[in-house]
């Protein structure tokens, strides 16, 4: 199984940073992607930023130029950087990994439990 913990949430004022941090356990699978989504109340979980094996990112619209997504050496940890926060930023933020156990082709989605941040103006 993978297993996600993230860690670094809180509350900040708008204009401020933060760091997140996900742990990951991955014993038994290969990561093929590492990931930050986020949900704001009474909407839907997005897309934050990810990053793949290759070292590809992506990140969504509102988020790029502020945001910064890097993995450790052995992708047992991926963390995101947050800059000159918003208020509507403010989001349970989520740890996600796309991986596959050894010798399977197929993909699965897991997630952390989430972390709080909130941003007040």
């Known amino acids: 199984q993978v297993q996600l913990v993230e860690s670094g949430g809180g509350l900040v004022q708008a204009g401020g940073s933060l760091t997140l941090s996900c742990e990951v356990s991955?014993?038994?699978?290969?990561?093929?992607?590492l990931g930050w989504y986020r949900q704001a109340p009474g909407k839907q979980r997005e897309l934050v930023a990810t990053?793949?094996?290759?070292?590809?990112?992506n990140y969504a619209g509102s988020t790029e130029g502020r945001f910064k997504i890097w993995t450790d050496n052995a992708w047992k940890a991926v963390n995101l950087g947050m800059a000159n926060l918003k208020p509507g930023d403010t989001a349970v933020y989520y740890c996600?990994?796309?991986?596959?156990?050894?010798?399977?082709?197929?993909?699965?989605?897991?997630w952390g439990q989430g972390t709080q941040v909130t941003v007040s103006s």
């Open positions: 990053i793949s094996g290759d070292g590809r990112q």
């Open positions: 991955k014993t038994g699978f290969t990561v093929e992607a």
């Open positions: 996600n990994a796309v991986a596959r156990r050894y010798g399977r082709t197929n993909l699965n989605d897991y």
